[in-house]
């Protein structure tokens, strides 16, 4: 679904992301976006790159992986649209535990568009 490119997996980006980017919140989710440090840098010939935070929170290990795995394929979809090597963390709250596919859809949207201004 997520090609490997385009996977957060350090830590300390996920940090970075979260710390120091833009960050916009929906019902279901926050939406952590940083931009490319440097336009002139290799940085912005990376791709962009999608990490996700479901925690405890959100309900037990299978409510948590169905969850994730709506995220992932709501993300995919909006890779093109994401700057190039741009860091995005999408955390999920309690709520999306009981969101539709549909309702995160449109809450990940919503939260994209407005820190994507």
Not at 24 to 36: C, D, F, K, S
Request: aromatic share 2%.
């Amino acid at each position: 679904m997520l090609p490997a490119s385009n996977r957060l997996r350090r830590s300390g980006d996920f940090r970075r992301a979260v710390r120091t980017g833009r960050r916009a919140g929906r019902r279901a989710v926050v939406v952590h976006l940083l931009p490319a440090t440097d336009p002139g840098t290799d940085s912005a010939a990376e791709p962009a790159r999608v990490g996700f935070v479901v925690n405890k929170a959100v309900g037990n290990a299978v409510l948590r992986n169905r969850v994730h795995r709506r995220l992932r394929a709501v993300m995919a979809a909006q890779l093109p649209g994401l700057p190039a090597g741009s860091l995005t963390v999408v955390r999920a709250l309690p709520p999306s535990g009981s969101s539709s596919f549909e309702e995160l859809t449109a809450d990940v949207q919503a939260a994209l568009s407005r820190v994507l201004r």
